[in-house]
Every structure is written in C-alpha cells, then in structure tokens.
C-alpha cells in the first residue's frame, strides 16, 4: 500500500489544519489506518487510528477533545481533522498502514510538516 500525506502547514495556536492521507495499492486489504508524529528531538508517537471497515477510533490522550480521525472509503482516504492546536502539536506528521492478518503499521507514506507557532 502506498501513503501520500498533505495538509501540513504554518498555523498559529489555537488555529486548526487538516491533513488528508491518499491510499493506493492493496487497499482492500487495509485493516486500519494510523497518523503519528515525530516532533525534533524527540521518538515517533502514536496520535490517532481508524478501522478501515469498522471505523474503530483510537486517540492519544494529549489530542482527546482536539483532534478528529475520519474516512472516506470511497475515496481511500484517511483525514485528521486538528483544532485549538499547540505549540507542543509541532511536528512531522505521518500516516501508516496496518494490513489483514499483521500487527503493525507496515507501510507509511511520507511525513508532513505541522508548526504550531505561540
């Protein structure tokens, strides 16, 4: 599966992006989708899933109430929806994929740029 990510940008805090994740490939055999972020300095984490089919949605606790994981199938693509953003959301932002029949986020696309400024 193959993973573009856009939708990064330059906002100021308390300001709001969306970032879009294009599958192509293998779609059918997505299991879920996932967006995670590396900010300077610091390990990759874990921000947000969806289920591909069943649309289960997972959040990190420091993005609960902020951020918002959507699909649109039909256009095999996964949206993160970021409001009231904060310095500290200041990242690459990128997006995996995890297939049928694993346990890990296998395929990632490409990061993204998110600068929160204060």
């Known amino acids: 599966v193959q993973l573009q990510a856009s939708g990064g940008g330059l906002v100021q805090a308390g300001g709001s992006l969306r970032l879009s994740c294009a599958a192509s490939?293998?779609?059918?055999?997505?299991?879920?989708l996932a967006w995670f972020r590396q900010a300077p300095g610091k390990e990759r984490e874990f921000v947000a899933s969806?289920?591909?089919?069943?649309?289960?949605?997972y959040y990190t606790d420091s993005v609960k109430g902020r951020f918002t994981i959507s699909r649109d199938n039909a256009k095999n693509t996964v949206y993160l929806q970021m409001n009231s953003l904060k310095p500290e959301d200041t990242a690459v932002y990128y997006c995996?994929?995890?297939?049928?029949?694993?346990?890990?986020?296998?395929?990632w696309g490409r990061g993204t740029q998110v600068t929160v400024s204060s």
């Open positions: 490939g293998r779609t059918s055999s997505i299991y879920a």
């Open positions: 995996a994929a995890r297939l049928d029949g694993t346990q890990i986020y296998g395929d």
């Open positions: 969806i289920g591909w089919s069943g649309g289960s949605r």
